[in-house]
């Protein structure tokens, strides 16, 4: 049996094909090549960690069981991305509250005194954060801490670059304003 055709260069998307022929190791691969990944674009959309782990877990659940709908010509990163996103999003608007994130999620550094000001920082940015509406938050983790292009943002979020530049325009000037009304800028 011959393996299928597939155009994009991306290795990921070998080992989505290996996983659709029943080779575990492959699926498994992918799982801790993204999990953390999809753990913090989670949080960063969530504000909790109970919840980002749930949709981390749930994220990779329903990639295995679609793994028949992936197109290996697109990168699995932006499928998958998309996945988290959407579940993330549904997550939100299932609980329509806002929390601030706790201070103990800061990652810690060796001198305490930086560690203190970087956690008021963190802690500061992330309620800002936690302040706007969720597109705006999450066009701002999708570009500023996830690292995603303009086209694959839209591909995530299934709207046009174009909006998405937009999208991320306005949530940049609200992010800002948020910041600069709590004295943090």
């Given at each position: ?113 930086e560690l203190t000001a970087q956690q ?48 991320l325009f306005t949530a940049r000037q ?12």
């Open positions: 049996m011959s393996s299928p055709v597939f155009i994009s260069n991306d290795p990921d998307a070998a080992l989505v094909l290996e996983a659709r022929a029943g080779n575990r190791r492959a699926f498994e691969d992918l799982v801790v090549r993204y999990q953390k990944p999809m753990y913090n674009a989670a949080l960063r959309i969530l504000n909790d960690r109970d919840e980002a782990k749930d949709v981390a877990q749930t994220v990779f659940l329903k990639a295995f069981e679609n793994l028949g709908r992936y197109d290996p010509n697109q990168r699995f990163f932006s499928w998958i991305y998309r996945i988290a996103v959407n579940e993330s999003l549904d997550v939100v608007n299932r609980r329509k509250r806002h929390e601030a994130m706790p201070e103990d999620l800061v990652a810690e550094r060796a001198d305490p005194a008021q920082m963190d802690s500061g940015v992330q309620s800002a954060l936690m302040a706007l509406k969720v597109d705006y938050r999450t066009v701002i983790v999708l570009k500023h801490i996830m690292g995603c292009s303009y086209e694959e943002i839209g591909v995530i979020l299934e709207v046009p670059e174009k909006t998405v530049k937009s999208r609200a992010l800002w304003d948020v910041m600069a009304s709590r004295g943090l800028i």
